[in-house]
Every structure is written in C-alpha cells, then in structure tokens.
T-cell receptor
Framework: GAVVSQHPSWVICKSGTSVKIECRSL??????MFWYRQFPKQSLMLMAT?????????EQGVEKDKFLINHASLTLSTLTVTSAHPEDSSFYIC??????????FGAGTRLSVL | QQQVKQSPQSLIVQKGGIPIINCAYE??????FPWYQQFPGKGPALLIA?????SEKKEGRFTISFNKSAKQFSLHIMDSQPGDSATYFC?????????????FGTGTRLTIIP
C-alpha cells in the first residue's frame, strides 16, 4: 500500500525556536500534500494544501508566516513552525494525495514547545 | 455547507457485536466518502471508502452503507474485536484535481470490551 513517512515523530523545542517537519511519499508521487493539526480528542483540522512547485493554499485563520510550507518535489513537503510558542504545541499530520480524492496519512508529529 | 456530522461521539460494544457509526452531510457535491481509523499517537489510516454510485461496500469485516437521498452514510464493523478499539473518522470530499480537501467528521471513540 501507499506509504507516507513523517519525521520527526516527536519534537520538543524551546519557545522562540523554529521546527521543521518533513513529509515524504515513499512509493508514489504526490502532486498534492495536505497538512493538518489535531488537538487531543478532537478531529483533524486542515491547515493548508500544497501543490508541488507552487505556493501553498492556507485555510482561513492559519497564519502563513507562522506555518511555512514548502513542496519542492513530488515526494517531499515540509512544514516549518516559525518562532514556536507553547500554544503551537499540538499533533501535526501530513497526508499525500495518491489518486482522485484518496489521501494517505503520515504517522504524525507531536510538537511540544516549552 | 461543508460540514460532516458524525455520531455517536463514543461507543462501547461487547466483543463480537456490530458497532455502527453514522455520518450525515449537506453538500451534494461531495463524491467520495472514506472512513479512517486512528490509534492514539498515530496518523489516520484509510479503512474503506465509497463513492455515491453504490449503496454498499464491504471490505473484510467493514461495511459502508450509503444513502444518497438521505445524505447519510454509516460504517458497520462485523464480529468486532478488542483490536478494533480506536477512533473512527468519516470524511467527505469533492473531486477537484489538486484540491481534493477532506472534510472530517468529529470522530467516534470506539471501545470493544472482551
């Protein structure tokens, strides 16, 4: 089956630092990748949609300067949380589009900002 | 309206029973309805999906029933096992190349007791 690798799985950082999360589609090319945020016991909230070679499309209320997304190739997208603060602590999940509508998800990254 | 309503919020079923999780949508443009299974600390895994041209789809112990006129769909798990204990999310999307955003339900925490 389609595999999406997300790294790191857990990161702890100090307030004010930046953190980069990688999302890779291992056995397929993904024209579109998605980034989600999930709070404990809640549903997934779409943050942005990224298409290879173009700027990401952010959902309403998501700060594009805070959450930088780069989709430089058909197998790699990165999310950088800039100047992280404790309120940015959350579970971040990426997904990659394989075919019409179908998305496969990474295992998620737990970010803890001290 | 992009909302997908999911119920119940939580469900406890004895081993061997058939848990049923229901979802309802409003946007008739949705044309893809997947179900995802998520274990704690992990990303969602695609379980089964249906398109509106069929009323039922089975894959192993998992069945989706789809009622287009009522704009409802449900997940049935046959012969449920303790290993099925997880959070289940329904979702819906529109086929729009490069922008197949998933709209997620609020999730159902399922517990299968031995």
């Amino acid at each position: 089956g389609a595999v999406v690798s997300q790294h790191p799985s857990w990161v702890i950082c100090k307030s004010g630092t930046s953190v980069k999360i990688e999302c890779r589609s291992l056995d397929f090319q993904a024209t579109t990748m998605f980034w989600y945020r999930q709070f404990p016991k809640q549903s997934l909230m779409l943050m942005a949609t990224s298409n290879e070679g173009s700027k990401a499309t952010y959902e309403q209320g998501v700060e594009k300067d805070k959450f930088l997304i780069n989709h430089a190739s058909l197998t790699l997208s990165t999310l950088t949380v800039t100047s992280a603060h404790p309120e940015d602590s959350s579970f971040y999940i990426c997904s990659a589009g394989l075919a019409k509508n179908i998305q496969y998800f990474g295992a998620g990254t737990r970010l803890s900002v001290l | 309206q992009q909302q997908v309503k999911q119920s119940p919020q939580s469900l406890i079923v004895q081993k061997g029973g058939i848990p049923i999780i229901n979802c309802a949508y409003e946007n008739t443009a949705f044309d893809y309805f997947p179900w995802y299974q998520q274990f704690p600390g992990k990303g969602p895994a695609l379980l089964i999906a249906i398109r509106p041209d069929v009323s039922e789809k089975k894959e192993g112990r998992f069945t989706i029933s789809f009622n287009k006129s009522a704009k409802q769909f449900s997940l049935h798990i046959m012969d449920s096992q303790p290993g099925d204990s997880a959070t289940y999310f329904c979702a819906a999307s529109i086929a729009d190349f490069g922008n197949e955003k998933l709209t997620f339900g609020t999730g159902t925490r399922l517990t299968i007791i031995p």
